[in-house]
């Protein structure tokens, strides 16, 4: 069988979009934290386990101070916000677009 190149371009625009908005919840939360394509290629796949094992890796020096199950908490949390209203700008672009191509 092969692969759908298709599939793979829509897994992507998702992974690229989740690292984007994980970028916003950093910053919207004032870590000076930001994950390129790189990074985020290499974590783990799983959202908590995601950001722990960054935390863990990166920034450990957080966890003496902070419960990592908190901070993941948070970070997601943010991070599905920012996601939800980047897919919704998404969404309203796509449907002006349309509008103004008729």
């Not at 371009?9 to 790189?38: K, P, T, V």
């Not at 959202?47 to 094992?53: D, K, M």
């Not at 920034?59 to 949390?77: I, K, T």
Request: hydrophobic letters at 40%; one cysteine or more.
């Amino acid at each position: 069988m092969y692969a759908d190149p298709t599939n793979a371009r829509i897994d992507d625009q998702h992974a690229e979009s989740q690292r984007l908005a994980y970028n916003a919840a950093f910053d919207e939360l004032g870590l000076s934290w930001s994950w390129d394509a790189d990074t985020f290629a290499r974590l783990p796949a799983g959202e908590r386990q995601r950001v722990q094992a960054y935390l863990e890796r990166e920034h450990p020096h957080l966890l003496r101070a902070y419960d990592a199950d908190f901070l993941a908490n948070a970070v997601e949390s943010t991070k599905e916000r920012c996601f939800a209203a980047m897919q919704a700008g998404r969404t309203q672009a796509r449907g002006a677009a349309a509008v103004r191509s008729r």
